[in-house]
């Protein structure tokens, strides 16, 4: 729920009517024979001419080496891209936009992400190949991300990625001419035009078929959460439905369970009871064997979700390797204290019904047993 309602923040700055982001139709096939270099920087010369647009493209693994032994993606942004939903940064100064490829000695402004700081502090020149230009390049750190910033992605608003090993790296117009054509595809997928209407992004849909016969389709973000909303209230009415009867049944089986104590046990109660054992004292241990029986199952909760968080590091998942406080993310502390506050309702529930069922056997019988 945490990672749906930050993904509905972070869409919020493009969910505007004159915004439309481009995707690749379902049933549009890539004909490679039509993916030339030609073909390709046509298409980016007729968007530069006549669009706005952000630029958002990540996947491409670059060779940086670190310590962790993580690969590290590329992720690559524009200027309108930043201006909308910039990387906020723990230390250093935003990426500059302002230089041009093709220079002698070019060095392109880069930012690091936080799981990288250490061996790439700011100021570090580097020397890398990047996959987008198919060459080396020679950058400098300008900044370092916070740790454990992510992106939603437009069409699963609750699916994110994390940008701990990551770097970013500012596309302008002089980068799109020297990248390879295969980045230019990918750089499609996600495009987002500005300030343009419904009309002028079909126009753009119907040169980009012309030219490499593959269908584009272009949606702003309100019809991509829609869609997603019809899927994803869908999906909660059913969680709500399980935990529900999960939770009924927990309490059956714990008011059950006290319930077969209690007449097992009617003679002990009956016995301290009348050595001094008074209901309050009685209701106090109750508490206390619950309680335990709470904090140990919480721990386990506690042990399974950081070793899920682990996990993402042994297998080395640059996207999703985390930090957080602890080894977890506020939405795993905001699992934990939900289930801590659903202990804490089924221990009062459960503590007060059997206290009511001890309260209502005569005394008379315990002194029979």
């Not at 370092?144 to 500012?170: C, H, M, T, W």
């Not at 309490?251 to 104590?261: Q, V």
């Amino acid at each position: 729920m945490q990672s749906t309602l930050e993904g509905y923040a972070e869409v919020e700055k493009i969910s505007k009517e004159s915004t439309f982001i481009e995707n690749l139709d379902s049933e549009s096939i890539i004909n490679p024979d039509k993916l030339t270099k030609d073909s390709m920087n046509d298409i980016y010369q007729f968007i530069n001419k006549n669009y706005e647009y952000a630029f958002f493209t990540d996947g491409l693994i670059t060779e940086l080496t670190n310590s962790h032994a993580i690969e590290v993606p590329a992720v690559y942004i524009n200027n309108n891209y930043s201006r909308i939903n910039a990387f906020p940064l723990s230390e250093g100064s935003p990426i500059s936009f302002d230089y041009q490829l093709g220079t002698q000695n070019t060095i392109v402004p880069i930012l690091v992400g936080f799981g990288l700081a250490e061996e790439y502090p700011v100021g570090t020149q580097v020397h890398f190949y990047d996959p987008a230009l198919g060459k080396n390049i020679t950058a400098e750190v300008s900044g370092v991300l916070e740790g454990d910033i992510s992106r939603s992605n437009y069409y699963a608003l609750d699916f994110k990625q994390y940008y701990n090993f990551s770097v970013i790296i500012p596309v302008n117009e002089s980068y799109l001419n020297e990248s390879e054509f295969q980045f230019k595809i990918n750089g499609l997928m996600n495009l987002i035009l500005l300030n343009t209407d419904e009309q002028k992004a079909s126009q753009l849909g119907r040169y980009i078929n012309e030219k490499i016969d593959t269908k584009f389709n272009y949606y702003n973000q309100k019809d991509n959460t829609d869609f997603y909303n019809n899927y994803f209230f869908s999906s909660i009415k059913t969680l709500i439905g399980v935990i529900t009867f999960i939770s009924i049944l927990i309490l059956g089986i714990a008011i059950w369970i006290s319930t077969s104590t209690i007449k097992i046990k009617v003679r002990d109660f009956t016995i301290n009871i009348l050595l001094g054992l008074s209901y309050n004292k009685l209701k106090k241990l109750f508490y206390i064997y619950y309680g335990a029986i709470s904090s140990i199952s919480l721990f386990v909760v506690f042990c399974l979700t950081l070793y899920l968080r682990y996990n993402f590091w042994i297998g080395k998942k640059s996207y999703l390797v985390t930090y957080g406080f602890l080894g977890l993310l506020t939405m795993d502390w905001i699992g934990i204290l939900s289930a801590f506050i659903f202990n804490i309702l089924l221990i009062i529930i459960v503590t007060n019904i059997t206290m009511w069922k001890i309260q209502k056997i005569p005394i008379s019988i315990g002194v029979i047993e």
